[in-house]
């Protein structure tokens, strides 16, 4: 597993990959994740939404390790405590009217994947616009010749230093994010567009 090749095809110049040294990450955290950290785990955009905890600062639920929480604390995503997998299940720990359930997600390498999609259109990159127009994401799909990466509702296009991210329930805007200011300005020029600025 490469996670820097994946923040390289978002666009993250070289300069900004950064991880924890081997000797910073304790031997209870799975292969998939030590690796995340040991290669990206300290890139800004692993606290811009969700925020990834320190390797050191993973706290116990139910047996289970958590490492990650949303933004306003409504979810968390964990892994079991006794797992020996080197990829195990990710859960996901929701507040409900009875307390809070756990819900399976997807194996770790592949959510962490997720996240570098996510987490770089919610703040990552720091330039960020959106727009109501809904028909933009198949018009990219045909001028770039480009497939989205989708997952849990949400379309992603990663091309020519721009993130987008259309989610499937319409009445939400689709974002768009670029590292350099310039990039962000070429989109809009190329394809007419005047985006909301965040």
Same mark, same amino acid.
């Given at each position: 597993?490469?996670?820097?090749?994946?923040?390289?095809?978002?666009?993250?110049?070289?300069?900004?990959?950064?991880?924890?040294?081997?000797? $910073?990450?304790? &031997? %209870?955290?799975? %292969?998939?994740? @030590?690796?995340?950290?040991?290669?990206? /785990? *300290?890139? @800004?955009? =692993?606290?811009?939404?969700?925020e990834l905890y320190p390797p050191k600062a993973l706290t116990q639920q139910d047996q289970r390790w958590v490492f990650m929480h949303e933004n306003q604390s409504v979810a968390y995503w964990a892994f079991d405590c006794n797992s020996t997998e080197p990829d195990p299940l990710v859960l996901q720990y929701l #507040?409900?009217?009875?307390?809070? !359930?756990?819900?399976? !997600?997807?194996?770790?390498?592949?959510?962490?994947?997720?996240?570098?999609?996510?987490?770089? #259109?919610?703040? /990552?990159?720091?330039?960020?616009?959106? #727009?109501?127009? %809904?028909?933009?994401?198949?018009?990219?799909?045909?001028?770039?010749?480009?497939?989205?990466?989708?997952? &849990?509702?949400?379309?992603?296009?990663?091309?020519? /230093?721009?993130?987008?991210? @259309?989610?499937?329930?319409? $009445?939400? &805007?689709?974002?768009? #994010? @670029?590292?350099? !200011?310039? *990039?962000?300005? $070429?989109?809009? =020029?190329?394809?007419?567009?005047?985006?909301?600025?965040?």
């Open positions: 597993m490469n996670y820097i090749d994946t923040v390289k095809q978002l666009g993250y110049p070289a300069d900004t990959i950064k991880g924890y040294a081997v000797n $910073e990450i304790p &031997d %209870h955290i799975p %292969h998939a994740l @030590a690796t995340y950290y040991h290669q990206v /785990g *300290k890139m @800004a955009f =692993n606290m811009a939404h969700n #507040s409900c009217e009875n307390g809070y !359930e756990w819900h399976p !997600e997807t194996q770790l390498q592949e959510f962490l994947t997720r996240m570098m999609y996510f987490q770089t #259109s919610m703040g /990552g990159f720091p330039y960020c616009g959106t #727009s109501d127009n %809904h028909s933009l994401l198949l018009q990219l799909q045909q001028q770039w010749n480009v497939t989205p990466y989708n997952f &849990d509702g949400m379309s992603f296009i990663v091309q020519k /230093g721009i993130v987008v991210l @259309a989610f499937d329930a319409k $009445e939400l &805007d689709i974002f768009v #994010s @670029a590292y350099y !200011e310039s *990039k962000l300005e $070429e989109f809009e =020029n190329t394809f007419q567009l005047q985006l909301e600025h965040l």
